[in-house]
C-alpha cells in the first residue's frame, strides 16, 4: 500500500478498520475521497466529528437525540403510560417504522451478557426504574433481542420491575411473516407452537 | 432518520453518498462511529481530511505519491527506458503487486471515453509525450483496461508515439489463469485463439 504515498495509504487503513470494509472497498472509498470536490470531504470529516462529539442521549429514555428530551419524549401524543424496553436505538427506528406503537421507549444501550462483560449495571436499567418509580407505567413491554442476552436481559428486567406490580409483557416470538416454514429452525417452530392463538 | 437527531443524521446520510454504501451499511458505521474513542473518530476525520488536501502526483508519472518524484521514479534500480501506462494508480499497484515489472509506470487517471465527456487532454497524454521526448524509450507497454474506452485510448497512444518511432506494445488478452473455458466469453475466447504462441 505503501505505493499510494503516506496520506492515502493512511486513508486506507482507516476505512479497513470500520465494520463490514474490507481491503478491496477501503481502496475504493479511499479513491473516491481524494477525487471528492473538498467541500464534500470537509462536510463527510465534519459529520464524523460532530456525530461523535455531539451525540447526546435523552434524559428520560436514552434515545440518541438532539434536543432533550428526545422528539417522542416531548410529543403529546405519545402514550406515556406505555414504554417499550430496546436494547438500542436502531431497534427502537425499526419499531418507529411500524407506524403500531404509539407508547415512549426505553434505550438500554445494550444486553445483558457476562461473555462479554456487559452487566446490568452498564446498561441503563436503574434509570428505567426511577423513570418508572417517578411516573408510573400501565404497561412495560420488553423487546430486546430474541437471541440469548435479550432473553436474560428481559427476564432480568421483568424480575426487578416486579415489585411495582406493572404489568411486563414480552414481544411474540414466532415465525417471521412472509417465512417458509420449512427455512425456520426448530426453536422458533416451538415458540410459534407454544404462542398459538384462536382465531 | 430524524429519530437519531441531527449530527447522526447527518452522518448517515454522508455515509450513504459514498459507493457501495447502502442505507443499512451506512447506518452500521455510523453507530461504529459514535461509539468508537473520541482520538479514533478524529484519527478518520483526519485521515480524511488529509489524503484530500495532501494528495500529490508524481511530476513523472503522475502517480500517488508523497515525495516528488515518486518511490519507484526515482528508484535507481527501475529500468527506465521502459514505461507502462496505465489507467488509474490501483492498475499500477496491482502491476507492482506481481513483481515481474521492473520498469516506470505513467498513469493516465481515467481514459478517453467520448460518453463521459473524457477525451484525451482531460488525461497525463501529453505529459506522456513530453517525457518521451525528453528521455526517450526503448518500449512503452499500454497496459489500460481490456474494455472499449481502454482499447480506444491505447490505440490513440500508439497513433501518437508513432512519429518517435518508439516500441508500443499492448498487453496479451486472453483466457485467465486459473479459469475455466466453459465460462470465458467469446471476445476473449477469440483474443486468445488469435494471440496463441508455439509451446
Known amino acids: ?32 475521497i481524494i477525487n471528492l470536490p473538498e467541500e464534500r470531504a470537509e462536510s463527510l470529516a465534519g459529520a464524523i466529528l460532530s456525530a461523535r462529539r455531539g451525540v447526546k442521549y435523552c434524559s428520560v429514555c436514552c434515545a440518541l437525540t438532539d434536543a432533550d428530551p428526545c422528539v417522542i419524549c416531548a410529543s403529546k401524543k405519545r ?9 438500542d436505538p436502531r ?33 441503563t436499567i436503574a434509570a428505567l426504574l426511577k423513570r418508572i418509580q417517578d411516573s408510573p407505567a400501565d404497561e412495560v413491554i420488553i423487546a430486546t433481542n430474541p437471541n440469548v442476552e435479550g432473553e436474560a436481559t428481559a427476564l432480568y428486567i421483568a424480575k426487578i420491575l416486579k415489585p411495582l406490580e406493572i404489568k411486563v409483557t414480552r414481544i411474540a416470538h414466532g415465525v417471521p411473516v412472509g417465512g417458509d416454514l420449512e427455512f425456520v429452525d426448530e426453536v422458533t417452530l416451538s415458540r ?3 404462542g398459538r392463538r384462536e382465531i
Open 1 to 32: 500500500m505503501k505505493i499510494y504515498g503516506e496520506p492515502v495509504s493512511r486513508l486506507i487503513e482507516e476505512f479497513s478498520r470500520l465494520p463490514g470494509i474490507g481491503g478491496k472497498s477501503a481502496q475504493r472509498l479511499a479513491f473516491h
Open 79 to 87: 402514550d406515556e403510560r406505555t414504554i417499550m424496553v430496546v436494547e
Open 91 to 123: 431497534d427502537m427506528a425499526a419499531y418507529e417504522r411500524t407506524g403500531e406503537f404509539f407508547g415512549l421507549y426505553h434505550v438500554l444501550h445494550g444486553a445483558i451478557s457476562p461473555m462479554h462483560g456487559v452487566g446490568p449495571n452498564d446498561l
Open 192 to 194: 410459534a407452537l407454544e
